[in-house]
């Protein structure tokens, strides 16, 4: 890449910032310049400057200043924007000097100024610690345990917290999914309480960038396209039916592309989760317990053959709990003695109940001839005892 193309890369990005910084904190008596003179004659720095008026950040300026930036006493905030480039010696190098020449010519205090590094692709740790980077002041802000840069502050777009004062330059992050993040929480809740033209350019913005993987920041736009960004809307237009529908018009798989699984089914209905889902993929991985819970023994067996009611069922489990009546309920007689020995057929009856039904010499089959004999003498003497 030669410098004019490394230039042009710089002011794109320092100007997209820059120009929300303008929109954001204008209205609230922040100054905000992109074309900062550090010297008197001297080329202009492609850096963001902001100025305040009071000697602390009101409550408002704080609720759209990031963290780091808003915890900072400087009247004077210098902001050099790496979004496509890595931390090296020379940007430490040129931030330093942004910030020395920038004192001199304003005849400023140590303490009425402060330079911030801010970073769009979070840097490696062992990058981060060679520059003396190990004090996490906060989440997503780093200060330097070295002498000769204590002065500047790192800031980390990606590790920032998700919350509506980050979102409006976490919206810049390299990785798409806190990109999703931060255009949500600012169409959710930052809009209520800025202009409709820096809506529009908020909104055609995350067009152009929500299409960018992870750590693709790379437009083709020069300074005067940027400044038209939104423009085209017009001022009047915007209304929040027509913001919504603009969102709509976003592929579906853009608009969820990186998001976790709980966070794409958040707020859905139990109902709503299974649409278009068979019933086999509704009970995939779930145990067999599982699958009756709530279900009555009914609803468990409707539908059920009955030969498949008892599969893996011993016949112990398969009567019990069933009266002995219930057990021979559809059974014929032969059914019911079927593998019975026959002296188990006569327990419990009376020998009446026994012969009941028999014909004479139905009575005498099976008896061996002495015991003919025997039954015979007994006849005589019970026929002898009634003559």
């Not at 602390?56 to 915890?71: S, V, Y």
């Not at 496509?84 to 920038?102: D, N, P, R, V």
């Not at 981060?128 to 002041?137: A, D």
Request: charged share 35%; glycine share 6%.
């Amino acid at each position: 890449m030669n410098n004019e193309e490394e230039s042009r890369k710089k002011t794109l990005w320092h100007q997209i910032l820059g120009r929300i910084f303008t929109d954001l904190l204008t209205p609230l008596k922040i100054s905000v310049s992109t074309d900062v003179k550090v010297m008197i004659k001297a080329p202009e720095a492609d850096i963001v400057l902001l100025r305040r008026e009071h000697r602390f950040w009101t409550k408002a300026q704080r609720e759209r200043l990031p963290d780091g930036i808003r915890d900072s006493q400087a009247a004077h905030i210098l902001i050099e924007f790496k979004a496509t480039e890595s931390l090296s010696k020379e940007t430490f190098i040129q931030a330093g000097a942004y910030e020395y020449f920038y004192k001199q010519s304003q005849e400023l205090a140590d303490e009425e100024i402060q330079t911030f590094v801010i970073c769009a692709i979070q840097p490696q740790k062992a990058n981060r610690e060679q520059y003396g980077y190990t004090i996490r002041v906060q989440p997503g802000v780093y200060q330097s345990d070295n002498i000769t840069l204590k002065h500047i502050t790192l800031i980390s777009l990606n590790e920032l917290p998700d919350e509506l004062h980050n979102a409006w330059v976490t919206c810049l992050a390299s990785k798409k999914r806190k990109r999703l993040k931060a255009f949500t929480l600012l169409s959710e809740e930052g809009f209520k309480f800025i202009p409709k033209p820096f809506k529009w350019f908020i909104i055609e913005l995350w067009q152009l960038i929500s299409i960018k993987e992870d750590d693709d920041m790379a437009l083709n736009l020069n300074p005067q396209e940027i400044k038209k960004i939104g423009e085209m809307w017009g001022a009047n237009l915007f209304s929040p039916d027509e913001l919504k529908e603009l969102l709509s018009k976003l592929p579906v798989e853009e608009r969820l592309k990186g998001l976790k699984p709980e966070e794409r089914l958040k707020g859905m209905k139990t109902e709503e989760r299974f649409i278009g889902l068979t019933p086999e993929e509704r009970l995939k991985g779930m145990k067999i317990e599982e699958r009756f819970i709530g279900l009555t023994a009914e609803e468990r067996l409707k539908g059920m053959k009955t030969e498949e009611r008892f599969i893996g069922l011993t016949p112990e489990e398969r009567l019990k709990g069933l009266k002995t009546e219930e057990r021979f309920i559809g059974l014929t007689a032969e059914e019911r003695l079927k593998g019975m020995k026959i002296e188990e057929r006569f327990i419990g009856l009376t020998d009446e109940e026994r012969l009941k039904g028999m014909k004479p010499e139905e009575r005498l089959a099976g008896l061996s001839p002495s015991e003919m004999e025997e039954l015979e003498k007994k006849l005589k003497e019970v026929k002898q005892g009634n003559g």
